[in-house]
């Protein structure tokens, strides 16, 4: 069985050493939704024109979580993103709300976990806001679409092919 | 249609003034779930074992996770936990783990996001220590299980009662 | 000449102990100003509108490091405020984006700094956003309007009487 | 009307895409006061010999809160500096502390933000530990002195020609 | 052999649920040493007088620990201090900085990691700041030398009866 | 006397400027101890096998401190960390926990900030997790083993020759 690099010789978990790999350019794209009721869907979207706007917020946690993403997650590695950014579709059949991620980076490690980071960021805070109306929305499923970068190559999610 | 208090008079988000809500212990519990393949499971159930320990770091993430959540979550209030607990169950048909958070504090607001937040963030560090060997693991469904305390009274999902 | 209580005997800085002082209920209100051009008004007034809500921005950024202040301002008692919002006006003669906050808590110490941070974040985000369009915006004047709450009584700047 | 740059086809603020920008030398320096009564500037001069130095605080505080300046605005990329300086000086008529901030980085993005970041910082601080003695200081006009480096070229404010 | 309550019934890490420990008042104080050269610490000496203070940026640092110690130790619960303070003594026989904290709060658990942190940190930049000179200085022992509050009791240690 | 290039012409902290000293990949190793009763350390053994593993903790805790030691360490840079790894061995004679920190960076500063930070952080999670049964346990001497890279060349403890 494959080992998890994650893990030095005393069974102990360990930020990898990257050193010595090589510095490309690394982008990923993660996806994730917000199952809310048909009213929270209306509300959410009747905000965006003139009532307060829950998308703008989660936007911006979004963003500024992918940027610390490595101080919430062990064994991620600090890296200076070069872009974040989010996007939202309200979506029926059934009601939720769909969120996209896109991250990019010139760097030694992917940047997974940032786009990860940031649609669940992105989704709590949806969560947050619409709560006082909705308390059983279901956050997910969230998942990597894309990479691209780094020695083990490009990955695209069977969805997105 | 009701309103989202999140936001002031000029449409713009705020974090809601709780003044005067009464002050009263407050639990939440959520869960969620990382769906893995087979081989990666065993790989979670080995290292509880002795090749190193996903579970636990992951532990660890959550519970730093929840304390910060009002650092992530921009509407979010400050709060000073009592208590923060997560549990792991490593199950098949389908493979997954399954991932539970237990959050308490006495205070003027419930603890829902920072059960829902320990819960992402648990799920986030398995699969950054797990994506080595796949990556398309699914993050979800995460959900509110249970909070108590408070003036809207308690909550109970149905899966819970 | 009175003393400052942030220094210890050995002439060194200190957060000061404020254990018996009373808790009561705080308030503050502070207010600042982004001096801009017009071209970069008018880009700020249609963006409220439909081309990117540059103040949205600044009023998550103001609420966020408003929760913050104690960890950017060495002195400051840490507090779990229990509100926060913002309110911006554009105004002309001379074009300029006011900023107002208010803050709320229940504690043994006043949340002017909070209200002061919260404008001067939300100040450096509008200026953050623009930059692109002018350099020479200019920050201030950042005062504090109003307190209330605590031994040493409410204050109330004279522009606010 | 020149476009931001800071919003996506959405009209949602995103983190500009900096990839490809070239990577350069970037300084910037920032301005800034805090407008004291008489008694506060003479308390902060025989600070600095014997009896606590309110701006060796303030420095420590500009230069900490400009590393962290891409936490706070929310759009700013992460950047690692490779220097941080602030200097104070003590004028009458009015009264005032006079903050000036340098910082320099190699990188894609320039350092305006976290030169003024790091003055509005330290003009906080400064109104924190003396505003047992004043409350009605004010802070401001803070504005960025000086940029070099990156593609859009040098800038130099008009009272630095 | 008694059981730490730090771990859960899967063996697990957790924050342990302290709903319905008292409320007091307390206290806690630490020590802790950096053994120094004599030059390094003449160089601190006189720095204290004219030439950059190197306790004045250690007292800040501990200070601002303190209040940041459950971010950094998994386990600690949030705390909001109502007092940190730090003193240093330069002593020789050997050359070393003495360092100690004191930390309150009203809260429901002890502050003895608040204190040991702060004297950590404070350490810490020490080291630092003087390590273009020296590199073999050597940090401890750290140490708690007293607590008072909460159910357990007072404690001192042996050296400070 | 040699002077502390950390204080500028004001006599005042400062980032130091390293802009155009040489990207060179850096290493470093810190080490310390805590010193414990025998109960405690028969307690941290045991729980490597199966009552809750404080090791385990300790050394998330200290991975997370490394990646953030430029935000507690005033004058420190940010640093992007490649690697960061601990190890623990059990002494007796006197009873103790030995820590061991490696860090790696590709950088223009040095790392041995990173190394200690990460000592006394796991050091401090040790002491926090076992305090219910000793509170006389003693950190240290923690101290820098080894570093390489840079222009000052390699340094080695003699205890490490």
Known sequence: MSDLTHFNGQGRSRMVD?????LTHRTASAAGAVAVSAEVLERIRSGTVK??????VAQVAGIMAAKRCWELIPMCHPLSLTGVDLSFSLEEDPCRVEIRSHVSCDGV???E???LTAV???ALTI???????QKDMVIGP????RKTGGK???????EEE
Chains 1, 2, 3, 4, 5, 6 share one sequence.
Request: aromatic share 6%; glycine share 10%; with cysteine.
């Open 120 to 122: 669940s960021a992105a």
């Open 109 to 111: 490690t992917g940047v």
């Open 113 to 115: 976990m940032e786009a």
């Open 18 to 22: 990257v050193t010595g790999k090589e």
């Open 142 to 145: 969230i998942r990597l679409l």
């Open 152 to 158: 083990s190559g490009d990955y695209c999610a069977r």
């Open 51 to 56: 009532k307060g706007d829950v998308l703008a």
């Open 127 to 133: 969560y947050d806001m619409c709560k006082a109306m």
